[in-house]
């Protein structure tokens, strides 16, 4: 309820702006009575473009509509009465209207929801006691407000000088048929006698003489009206340039540029709401300065008077044709990009958007967009306009798509949602470029007509280079293809160069925005992890952070060269501790028990100073996504003499089947995580409860009597070699299947029966419990 509280505190345009956003498809009488529901509903996980949502967005519509009834059933009094009336009528109006397509509620009620937020915000900043400045954004965002409000005022203008002018011009008409008229009198006397010829001549030619010089003088001030007009013209339409370009060349550039960055984990690009509302602005002022500049020059049609005006109007139709043409072109985007590694007979999707579709009234005649996949070379020849004969470099299914335009939030898009690529086509690689370096991308084209097709407009645009596999196992060397592409690819590039080799801080940023995104932390990678990147990248000993700052890494140093002594790249290393980290380590990572970017000898070196028992966890050199475990103890061999040791690496196989906090539990030798933390206040809170690993147990091993001596081990990787004697962590021997009948099925009955034995086992003291098991 905090934001509609906000809300209803906006003021002037801001206050204009929230008030536009409801109607009869959203009264704002629901938003009020119903703001706190309507806020801790979790709208945003609703996945609109995905039809199998419909029923969860089905049942927010019923419930919204008992909200209603309900609040109109709790009206009393007379006002009260009016109120109920009023509600219920409400809640039978939005069942009507959204019944049959409730993810159109989600998406209203998101849309309005996001608007009042960034409403609130954007107030919030202005009116903060910070010397009265706005930050950056507020007043970029101020300038272009202003530099609309300009153009306003100066459409206005020329609007106010186009119907003086059609006025004047109008009655220069009338007059030019008067003279017409007089001259015909004048005509008309040669008829009549030489007496009434002479009593009548002089005035006619007095008056024809009058209406002339006023004429000629007329003709002269209609054509500096037009002239004068033609300037204003000319100004607006530069103004709208600078304005196209601050939006389509910065705004909406940077927002593209974002879309890329997030596709390598960075934030969201955010909303499209602003963007289409600007260049809705922009569309509807281009389009009523182009229709002004057409109704000058039937004017001039209509009355030609010698002059440059002439030329003049030709050229500004020609100006305001491009500016309109660059704006509909530019605005066909993609809101949803498809995956950027794109596996053959996979379904994906994608959403195209037209910003200006709904102002421009495409959406009356539907569009249809098609989608196809390009290769680099393709996509280069197309940028030139070069004549590539609709070749493609493979097979989309279901890669037409009609735009829709919904009313509710005035978007005009085409929502593939079932495309999959059947065949792909390849050309010759380069070098040793792998099929994993190879990119594509997905031509989105389409064609429509706006002002009553008055113009036509064939709109293209590229998605994010694709890499296409065909197999899992190619996914890995695809992702650091695209993420190398995603990171330090330039704005307006020739498709699709990238540098060859960049500065290691800029690989850092972009390996740290990969690492957190990847993981779904907020713990990133630290000064110290990336000088350990560092020493593996350039096989250095260097701890100065300082000596790789101009260092440069190149691409094949990334993912073609595999690192020294090893079988993989650096890549491939660094993905796999993403994987494993992702998998079973997030919360380990998030808490800190993780160093994991430190080397054997470094971690030599912090253990020998600590207490026996010492323990930390570091990602394996020489396995990828491996863990190990390092930890310090007595040499067995050698009386008072310590060192450290370390187990062969976990992998995600071990760990699907024991958690890393349970192994660590089972290690009774470890007993402070790095540098002095208990292990059982760091771990306890993961470890699987005792009743969940004796049930587990139940189904694996038999209730008779124990032999330690065949018990199997939860500790894959060995005890410590401290530890005089082994451990033995097993609860129960091997035994036959007691709870499968003879037919070898599954009998609940006894399964039961050995559950409650279970339970009354954990019942009993742990001392006398456990007393045989333990050595």
Known sequence: MAVW???????????????SLYGQHFPIEVRHYLAQWLEGQ??????LENPQEEFKAKRLLDSLIQEL??????????????????LGHYAGQLKSTYDRCP????????????TEQRLVREATNSSSPVGGMLDSMSQKYQQINQAFEELRLLTQDTENDLRKLQHNQEYFIIQYQESLRIQAQLTSLATLPPADRQLREPTLLSKRATVETWLTREANTLQKYRLDLAEKHQKSLQLMRKQQTIILDDELIQWKRRQQLAGNGGPPEGGLDILQSWCEKL????????????????????????????ELLNDLNSTVTDIISALVTSTFIIEKQPPQVLKTQTKFAATVRLLVGGKLNVHMNPPQVKA?????????ALLKNENTRNDSSGEILNNNCVMEYHQTTGTLSAHFRNMSLKRIKRSDRRGAESVTEEKFTILFESQFSVGGNELVFQVKTLSLPVVVIVHGSQDNNATATVLWDNAFAEPGRVPFLVPDKVLWPQLCEALNMKYKAEVQSNRGLSEENLVFLAQKAFSSSSINPDDYRNMTMTWSQFNRESLPGRNFTFWQWFDGVMELTKKHLKPHWNDGAILGFVNKQQAQDMLMSKPNGTFLLRFSDSEIGGITIAWVAENPNKAGERMVWNLMPYTTKDFSIRSLADRISDLNHLLFLYPDRPKDEVFSKYYTPLLDVVLCSVFRFTTANPDPTTNPTYMDHGASPAVSHPQNYGMYPPMSDSMLDADGDFDLDDTMDVARHVEELLRRPMESQWSGQQS
């Open 103 to 114: 993810l159109e509620l989600v998406r209203c009620i998101k849309h309005i929801l996001y």
């Open 372 to 380: 196809t996949i390009i290769s680099e070379q393709q996509a280069k």
């Open 5 to 19: 509280i906000q809300a209803q505190q906006l003021q002037g345009e801001a206050l204009h702006q929230m008030q």
């Open 69 to 86: 009834q309900n609040k109109a059933e709790h009206q009393v009094g007379e006002d009260g009465f009016l109120l109920k009336i009023k």
């Open 42 to 47: 979790l709208w945003d996980t609703i996945d």
């Open 283 to 310: 569309a509807e002022t281009i389009w009523q300065n182009r229709q002004q500049i057409r109704r000058a020059e039937h004017l001039r049609q209509q009355l030609p008077i010698p002059g440059p005006i002439e």
